[in-house]
């Protein structure tokens, strides 16, 4: 029904930047909330960064101040642009949104396919 394509992983040195995307596609109605998780090794999932429909975000304490979520309404895409990063937001990331389906009565949750970030010098 909806398919989540991400992109924007890599490998970074310390202190240096990256921007990933997430964009949505199919039988999309409306979506909602959009977010960024991720999974280190031997870790749980942690929510990264979120945002509302209506723009309000939200941080995990340790990105706050270096990264920024964003979205693009007309483009079904959410961006997390990460500054000053740091050997421990080395992770697999994946972006979550919530979706109305068209011809469905509630809210879908999709995740995308997870994009590799790995800090290191």
């Known amino acids: 029904q909806v398919q989540l394509v991400e992109s924007g992983g890599g490998l970074v040195q310390p202190g240096g930047s990256l921007r990933l995307s997430c964009a949505a596609s199919?039988?999309?109605?409306?979506?909602?909330?959009m977010g960024w998780y991720r999974q280190a090794p031997g870790k749980e999932r942690e929510l990264v960064a979120a945002?509302?429909?209506?723009?309000?975000?939200q941080y995990v304490d340790s990105v706050t101040g270096r990264f920024t979520i964003s979205r693009d309404n007309a483009k079904n895409t959410v961006y997390l642009q990460m500054n000053s990063l740091t050997p421990e937001d080395t992770a697999v990331y994946f972006c979550?949104?919530?979706?109305?389906?068209?011809?469905?009565?509630?809210?879908?949750?999709?995740w995308g396919q997870g994009t590799q970030v790995i800090v290191s010098s």
């Open positions: 199919g039988r999309i109605l409306s979506i909602n909330a």
């Open positions: 945002i509302t429909g209506a723009g309000i975000t």
């Open positions: 979550n949104v919530g979706v109305r389906v068209i011809g469905h009565l509630f809210e879908t949750n999709y």
